[in-house]
């Protein structure tokens, strides 16, 4: 698997065990704790995968910032947490640093 796409998994899984410790409150709950952890340290080999021939800075932040896009986003969706203008241009912002750090 190439640098980026890696790096997109990554960021994609960072979004499964963000909302993973929500739903294992604690760690008290042995699935979502279990998908959690499993969650976390795939993302991070991928990311560390990717970042053998991608700048840190800019694996990091795309890295990050997939997981909060996808975290805030899914949030939304799963949690009902609020929408609004303010939030919905912070992760459109994040998106943009996202293609801009892609692009560079």
């Known amino acids: 698997m190439g640098a980026w796409p890696a790096l997109v998994v990554a960021g994609l899984l960072e979004v499964v065990w963000a909302l993973g410790l929500k ?9 979502p704790s279990v998908v959690t952890i499993l969650g976390a340290i795939a993302s991070f080999w991928l990311l560390s995968h990717a970042m053998k021939t991608l700048p840190v800075g800019t694996a990091y932040a795309v890295w990050v910032g997939i997981g909060t896009v996808g975290t805030a986003i899914l949030a939304v969706v799963m949690l009902g947490e609020p929408v609004n203008a303010l939030r919905i241009g912070g992760i459109g912002l994040i998106v943009a640093g996202i293609v801009v750090l892609k692009l560079a």
């Open 23 to 31: 739903y294992s409150h604690g760690f008290t709950k042995l699935t």
